[in-house]
Each structure stands twice: as structure tokens, then as C-alpha cells.
């Protein structure tokens, strides 16, 4: 199971970007989902996350500003990130609980649960 992000960029102040999450590989679904951040210099923080059922929750600094959501047929997060800051640069990463299928040394099938995390992508918000 691989948790690919994508969508970081360079953008200017007061612009948008969208972040995506992808589970690929033996995914059955996904649980819980999360997109955190960290600058240089400082602790990875929790930006937004977002329950299997779609209850979400926001970091006070991204309120107003940031979506997260899902696409649960394709096992993807996103992260919209309007009236970016500077303070909003960071390299951002996602975080999902997922559900994978692997076999037994019999042979038979088994539903695991593991936490991955993405490979980070880079937000740099800067005129």
C-alpha cells in the first residue's frame, strides 16, 4: 500500500492550490484520512482531517480557508487550499488509516488495517 501526494507548488499570495492523497495498491477502503504541515523550523501540525462518513475538523490557522475531502470510490483525499499566506508554506503530507487485503500462508484472504503516510509535497507561498 503507497500513499501518493500530489499538488504543491509555488503560488502567489491570496491564491489557491489542491492538494490530492491517493491509496494505491491492495486497498479495500479507507478510514480516516488527515493532511498535515510543516514548516522549516518547526513541529508537523495537523491542518484538516476527515472521518470515513465525512465529518471533518480544521486547524484554527486554516478555517474559512481550506476543504478537505474525499472520493471514497477512489480512495483519494484532497486538501483545497484558497487565500494561501505565506505562513501557509510547508512541505504538507497526508495520513490515512487504511484497509488492505493480504493472504495468509494458506491461502486465505485477510482484511489488515495499517496507518501510512505520503510522501510529502512542498507548499511555498510567495510573491
Known amino acids: 500500500v503507497q500513499l501518493q501526494a500530489s499538488g504543491g507548488g509555488l503560488v502567489q499570495p491570496g491564491g489557491s492550490l489542491r492538494l490530492s492523497c491517493a491509496a494505491s495498491g491492495r486497498v479495500t477502503s479507507v478510514n480516516d484520512m488527515a493532511w498535515y504541515r510543516q514548516a522549516p523550523g518547526k513541529r508537523r501540525e495537523l491542518v484538516a482531517g476527515i472521518t470515513a462518513g465525512g465529518a471533518t475538523n480544521y486547524a484554527d490557522s486554516v478555517k474559512g480557508r481550506f476543504t478537505i475531502s474525499r472520493d471514497n470510490a477512489k480512495n483519494t483525499g484532497y486538501l483545497q487550499m484558497n487565500s494561501l499566506k505565506p505562513e501557509d508554506t510547508a512541505v504538507y503530507y497526508c495520513?490515512?488509516?487504511?484497509?488492505?487485503?493480504?493472504?495468509?500462508?494458506?491461502?486465505?484472504?485477510?482484511?489488515?488495517?495499517?496507518?501510512?503516510w505520503g510522501q510529502g509535497t512542498l507548499v511555498t507561498v510567495s510573491s
Open positions: 495520513n490515512a488509516e487504511v484497509n488492505y487485503l493480504y493472504y495468509t500462508d494458506d491461502g486465505a484472504p485477510v482484511v489488515g488495517k495499517n496507518d501510512y
